[in-house]
């Protein structure tokens, strides 16, 4: 079977709503990988990372990899899909915050990683042969 990823994106920022979400429902080819073109164009933080794995035969291969590639192929998750879980829904918070204390005048968070470019590139990694998942990238 060879590989597949239905990507759908969902931006309701234009009417009001504060986040979108990319949602990609992937099957592993036989060397468990897949690679697929994220469209449209994402001009977004990027805030969580949600990944769930399919079930019985069609899980995964315990820690399989997970990368989103600008068009420089450098990962905008900085590694943060790196090693998913077999068996667990697994959330990746990407807002990070600075470490000063609460009430500090100079505390800051920073969102990240943004993007605003067409040709972001969904990849699998090390999924095993025909394997299942579902990932979710919330962005604001």
Known sequence: MA??????VTDPRSRGHTTGV????????????VSQKI??????SLVMLIT?????GNQ???????????GLSHDVLEGWGANRSNVNTET????????????????????HPSVCEAGLTFTIANAGNTKTGTAWIIFK
């Open 92 to 111: 990746v918070d990407l807002l990070k915050e600075d470490g000063l204390p609460i009430g500090s005048p100079t505390r800051y968070y920073v969102i």
């Open 3 to 8: 590989e597949s990823a239905v990507i759908q």
């Open 39 to 44: 469209e449209p164009l994402i001009s977004a």
């Open 22 to 33: 990319i949602r990609v429902d992937w099957v592993s080819s036989a060397a468990g990988g």
């Open 60 to 70: 995964p291969t315990d820690l399989y990899d997970l990368t989103i590639l600008d």
């Open 52 to 56: 769930k794995p399919g079930t019985a």
